[in-house]
């Protein structure tokens, strides 16, 4: 089983839908949680840390699941500019806090 | 805000040379790490880096690589003999402190391209 998994898509969607991704991990004892957001050859970019208790930042919100090893990013209301590649990141616990990414899932948002 | 600086943005090379890739991490950041991403794959963990050590490396990371913090503020990543498969973009992150709820924040890159 691969460490970090999201499902590739592409999802294509037009504005103002609604939109989930999920991400799932193997190993149980992960400390930390994170979404990124990767546009085509740049550099991941924090969107987002995922909480326990989840979280909201505007139109976008993280849950995180310990029991079935999971966290999801909803986004409401998308935009043109949201189309780009969702990276979920796990970092495991031990050494220095190494980030363990998923291969991204890519939304694509039409008009 | 302030960012994760990288250069080059660009750096080719022919096969067997050696490359060094510089960073300048946040200013008050305490933990830095390079991380690589192949065309089309996924963004992959290096090797990480505090109190002027390597605190830990990926099976990726071999003897043909290795890191320094020349002065107090760059990072680099040196790869010594190039190998085709070396090609990717590269990118540094730097953290403030250990806390596992602090987030990395990443450089723009560099890419690596291997003739």
């Known amino acids: 089983r691969k460490e970090v998994e999201q499902d590739p898509g592409p999802f294509n969607v037009p504005e103002g839908a609604t939109v989930a991704f999920n991400c799932t991990y193997s190993n149980s004892a992960s400390q930390s949680f994170f979404w990124y957001r990767q546009d085509c050859r740049k550099e991941p970019k924090l969107l987002m840390s995922?909480?326990?208790s989840g979280n909201e930042d505007g139109r976008f919100t993280a849950q995180l699941n310990r029991a079935s090893q999971y966290i999801s990013l909803l986004i409401r209301d998308s935009k043109l500019s949201d189309s780009a590649t969702y990276l979920c990141?796990?970092?495991?616990?031990?050494?220095?806090?190494?980030?363990?990414f998923g291969a991204g899932t890519r939304l694509a948002v039409h008009p | 805000e302030p960012e994760v600086t990288q250069t080059p943005s660009h750096q080719v090379t022919q096969m067997g040379q050696e490359v060094i890739l510089r960073c300048v991490p946040i200013s008050n950041h305490l933990y830095f790490y390079w991380y690589r991403q192949i065309l089309g794959q996924k963004v992959e963990f290096l090797v990480s880096?505090?109190?002027?050590?390597?605190?830990?490396k990926s099976e990726i990371f071999d003897d043909q690589f290795s890191v320094e913090r020349p002065d107090g503020s760059n990072f680099t990543l040196k790869i010594r003999s190039t190998k085709l498969e070396d090609s990717a973009m590269y990118f540094c992150?730097?953290?403030?402190?250990?806390?596992?709820?602090?987030?990395?924040?990443f450089g723009d890159g560099t890419r690596l391209s291997i003739l």
């Open positions: 880096f505090y109190n002027n050590e390597i605190s830990e």
């Open positions: 995922v909480y326990s």
């Open positions: 992150a730097s953290k403030e402190e250990q806390s596992s709820n602090q987030p990395q924040h």
């Open positions: 990141a796990v970092l495991f616990s031990g050494g220095y806090n190494k980030l363990i």
